[in-house]
């Protein structure tokens, strides 16, 4: 950091020295006509160039990325976003003026710049700068190029540079940019309505999570940042819109983990007239759709892994799992005392009034989840962790619901909706009673969504995706921290 602040130093003094001369360190600018990457893809396999002569000029702009100095000329490389070129500068070309103002720039710098195209000896594509100008001074040094941006947190802290010295990153980036717009394609194609709900809300309600709390001065009201739009996807179903989704942002007062970032992306959608097990073929649809679009092929590798997408997925209740996979005898499975004490010993924090079927979630994240590394659906989750979905006619004490888990960890949630209002009051009678025993995650009860109930859900199916977790299954990467431009992190100090 003392070398930077050294180089910023000389930096500022070379643009002083260079205002002095009259010259614009940040002028406006529009004429990059040619992109790089189209430069590149239109003449790269080209041995016919035009004659330098009678070529018409191309014109671009870019971040000056080397530098080699032979006295009177100099080979550069200059970069967009786009791609990266060569290009090569003479003092006859340009003349002095300009000649000598090149050399003055420094690597980062933007440059203007207008010229023909030639091969060198070795036969790279190289732009013979027959015009060049300075359009931005960079006032600090990029990392270095061998080394790089290599710390973890401060690749996320200075994701600007990470971004142009990582192209892994980028590429991250413009996956997850294709992720998103091919599941808003598959939605639209099978006539779900994108919409918007509210991301401050009076009563955080639709998931199990600790909300962030603000205040409206104006209102003078407390309101909570969303935990998630379930409770009003459901209201515009009652209102008659039966296929209805949203690509949304949720937040949440939790940890930090290479799975969990307080703020992140979720896709939330609604299907009036189909039950859990219809999303899950649904669900197989879209993500093997997506992983074919995006990675060419269902079967790859994710953290040396290997993954495979084709459809049809395994399917296993959540009492099959904790028995076949977490071995737990059924003298537990049947016993609600002792499936709230091997929870306590195995140190789940459960609070007073936690059930058994608290008790069982907990379980099963620890000695099942870390199991489920093939794509698979787990069923039949319990009604105590489920206080939104529809009870199972086989057995009340579940509910017809599904988690979709790839690598060890879920992928998405859902399950035919409770559409009953006095089960779904009661339900959320029985929340109350958690969150005022202690239990800031459970969910408070809105009237004004059991009112809404009342006039009548239609029969209908529910599902969220995870869209951070799809995007790190799908670019290989291993924290959500490397699929979020910006994650949070503590302050440096």
Do not use: C
């Not at 980062?108 to 015009?131: H, I, N, S, W, Y």
């Not at 537990?332 to 924090?349: C, K, M, T, Y």
């Not at 319990?382 to 086989?394: F, Q, Y």
């Amino acid at each position: 950091m003392e070398d930077d602040n050294i180089l910023r130093q000389q930096r500022i003094k070379k643009s002083q020295e260079l205002r002095d001369q009259g010259v614009d360190l940040y002028p406006s600018f529009n004429g990059a006509e040619n992109k790089i990457g189209e430069i590149l893809s239109l003449f790269a396999d080209r041995e016919d160039l035009p004659a330098a002569e009678t070529a018409p000029l191309l014109r671009t702009a870019g971040r000056l990325m080397t530098v080699r100095d032979f006295g009177k000329s100099l080979f550069f490389h200059v970069q967009d976003g786009t791609g990266r070129m060569q290009g090569y500068l003479k003092k006859d070309q340009v003349g002095a003026e300009t000649f000598a103002l090149f050399k003055k720039l420094d690597i980062g710098d933007f440059v203007g710049l207008a010229g023909v195209l030639f091969r060198t000896r070795t036969g790279e594509l190289t732009l013979l700068v027959k015009e060049a100008a300075l359009l931005s001074k960079a006032l600090l040094p990029l990392p270095e190029k061998f080394h790089g941006l290599t710390d973890v947190e401060q690749r996320y802290r200075q994701r600007y540079l990470d971004l142009l010295v990582n192209p892994s990153v980028r590429q991250i980036f413009e996956t997850r940019s294709r992720i998103i717009a091919f599941i808003r394609s598959f939605m639209n194609d099978r006539g779900f309505l994108e919409v918007e709900t509210p991301m401050m809300q009076p009563i955080p309600g639709g998931a199990t999570a600790k909300p962030f709390k603000t205040y409206h001065n104006t209102l003078d009201m407390p309101l909570f940042l969303r935990i998630a739009p379930e409770l009003y996807l459901k209201r515009l179903v009652i209102g008659g819109l039966e296929r209805v989704f949203e690509i949304n942002r949720n937040f949440r007062n939790e940890g930090i983990s290479i799975q969990h970032n307080p703020e992140f992306t979720m896709m939330e959608f609604y299907q009036a007239y189909a039950t859990y097990q219809d999303l899950m073929a649904f669900t197989e649809k879209l993500v093997s759709e997506l992983a074919e679009a995006v990675r060419g092929t269902l079967t790859f590798s994710y953290q040396g892994e290997s993954i495979d997408l084709t459809p049809p997925w395994q399917k296993i209740s959540f009492l099959e799992a904790l028995r076949d996979l977490g071995g737990l005898p059924a003298a537990v499975l049947n016993d609600p005392i002792r499936a709230v004490e091997l929870a306590r010993e195995q140190g789940a924090q459960l609070r007073p009034g936690d059930g058994p079927g608290k008790a069982l979630t907990k379980i099963f994240e620890q000695v099942v989840e870390p199991k489920l590394r093939q794509p698979t659906f787990i069923t039949g989750y319990p009604i105590e962790v489920s206080p939104l979905a529809k009870r199972s006619r086989e057995n009340p004490d579940l509910t017809d619901r599904f988690e979709l888990f790839v690598a060890g960890r879920e992928i998405a949630n859902g399950f035919t909706e409770l559409n009953d209002p006095l089960d779904q009051r009661d339900r959320f009678m029985e929340q109350m009673k958690a969150h005022e025993a202690g239990d800031d995650e459970a969910q408070v009860m809105d009237r004004d969504f059991v009112q809404a109930l009342e006039y009548g859900l239609p029969p209908t199916a529910g599902e969220g995706i995870g869209i951070d977790r799809l995007v790190m299954l799908l670019t290989d990467a291993p924290s959500i921290r490397e699929v979020i431009l910006f994650p949070q992190l503590r302050p440096e100090n």
